[in-house]
């Protein structure tokens, strides 16, 4: 299924003469406080969030699935869904495959079908961290830091393989997400288990392509409960510094402990010029994989004020890749990623509401509670309009959650896939 963008622009109609207004409104404010309104536009409409292949059934949790219907079957039925999200919104202008979950059968024809629905194929991520059928080997006792050699040289080789296939699709990146750890004190040696995920890395990462990036993505915990090899940015740092200059940090929003400050992780990576990808979603106890925006939309807000900042101010570091890693089990996994499409945009917008120079300004002159009204007034500024007006610009909707209802999506996938489609690779 395709939503062609007449259906969009009749759908526009309902809410063009509120959106005017709203619009109206807010621009005149904005341009009172100096702003530049379609630079900002542009800059939102710029953004692009690429969605995971994995998010587009309902996901579950180790105690049960409850599937959602009219689930994506195949690759190329997810690929349809990421353009139903991309019609709406024109932000989710690409997608970002798991291996082995999602290979492609007929490479030209999945290229084909994601360039009719306006995707590009983000960071292709490889996956070590559950047995895959046949193999010789087992990740029971991890992958990459295993200290079998034929473990280690297996989950390399599954690494370069999900390399050969990023590059038939024109990705540019490869994520490294380990489960490696411990579940039990003294079960490994630590040092040893960095020291082989060192050499694992570097063997994977000499097989990178010339233009291409490696992230590696860190987490504290989970599967593993007492510790995890890559547990935290510094190790990932360290490791990516050991690699080499197309090594990157990834940091997922879900993978750290409770009330760490992730704004100064970002900037911190930023002006090292190591920062490279991004995973968004909220929390409320660990990596819940949440919507993003839902629990705390302030720190996502310090977060993009950072990321803000060092896209302004850090050339040495790379354009990031932004994807949204999240999933629910018991809303409909659309209307998860429009609602968290729209948290991103509108966290990003905030933030391009902040003076700068005059932050600057009031830093300097230690005027502590003008740094905390900059920030706050333009988070307390209600800048949906911005958005919508983005979406507007190019051909999306005003409204896509109700929009997507009001058209019917999830009825129409039912009708193709039937009730009972449970989505594939998971
Ligand atoms: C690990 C993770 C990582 C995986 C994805 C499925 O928690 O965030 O990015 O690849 O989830
Ligand atoms: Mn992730
Ligand atoms: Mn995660």
């Known amino acids: 299924m395709q939503l062609n963008i007449d259906q969009v622009l009749t759908e526009n ?19 009172n406080k100096g702003k530049n309104v379609n630079n900002i536009l542009k800059k939102i409409a710029d953004f692009q969030v690429a969605i995971p292949s994995w998010a587009l059934g309902a ?31 024109k932000t989710a202008g690409a997608v970002s495959l798991h291996i082995p ?39 029971r006792f991890g992958s990459l830091s295993n200290l079998n050699s034929s473990v280690r040289d297996q989950a ?34 630590f040092q040893s288990s960095l020291i082989h995920t060192e050499d694992s890395l570097k063997s994977i990462y000499s097989e990178l392509p010339e233009d291409w990036k490696m992230f590696i993505e860190y987490k504290p915990y989970e599967p593993n409960f007492y510790s995890t090899v890559i547990q935290d940015w510094g190790t990932s740092f360290m490791l990516a510094n050991a690699c080499g200059e197309k090594a990157y940090t990834l940091v997922d929003l879900g993978h750290h402990l409770p009330n760490t400050n992730i704004e100064q992780i970002v900037s911190t990576l930023m002006l090292k010029g190591k920062l490279g990808g991004f995973h968004f979603n909220d929390s409320k106890y660990g990596d819940d994989d949440s919507t993003v925006g839902s629990v705390k939309p302030y720190a996502l807000f310090l977060i993009f004020n950072e990321l803000v900042y060092g896209m302004a101010n850090n050339s040495q570091n790379p354009d990031l890749a932004w994807m949204i890693d999240a999933s629910h089990n018991i809303k409909d996994p659309l209307e998860d990623l429009l609602q968290s499409l ?3 945009q509108e ?26 009204e900059i920030l706050q007034d333009a988070y307390r500024t209600d800048v949906r309009p911005l958005l919508a007006q983005a979406r ?19 009825e129409s996938l039912i009708k193709q896939r039937g009730v009972n489609s449970i989505a594939s690779g998971l």
Do not use: M
């Open 13 to 31: 109609k309902k809410f063009k003469t509120n959106h005017s207004d709203n619009f109206d409104f807010l621009s005149k404010q904005l341009e």
């Open 59 to 89: 996901g579950g949790t180790r105690f049960g699935r409850f599937g959602f219907f009219g689930e994506p079957a195949s690759l190329e039925q997810k690929i349809e869904d990421v353009g139903i999200l991309h019609a709406l919104t």
């Open 101 to 139: 979950w999602d290979i492609p059968q007929d490479y030209n024809a999945i290229k084909e079908l994601a360039k009719a629905n306006g995707l590009v194929f983000d960071a292709v991520n490889s996956n070590t961290f559950q047995d895959q059928k046949n193999a010789k080997e087992s990740y």
């Open 156 to 189: 390399i080789q599954h690494n370069i393989d999900v390399i050969k296939i990023g590059n038939k699709l024109g990705s540019k990146s490869l994520t490294v997400w380990l489960a490696d750890g411990a579940n039990f004190a003294g079960q490994r040696n």
């Open 342 to 344: 729209e948290a991103i």
């Open 347 to 372: 966290a990003y917008a905030k933030a391009l509401l902040i003076d700068q120079e005059e932050l600057k300004a009031a830093q300097e002159r230690n005027d502590v509670t003008l740094c905390q």
């Open 392 to 410: 507007v610009l190019s051909g999306g909707a005003i409204d896509p959650l109700n929009s997507y209802r009001s058209l019917k999506v999830r």
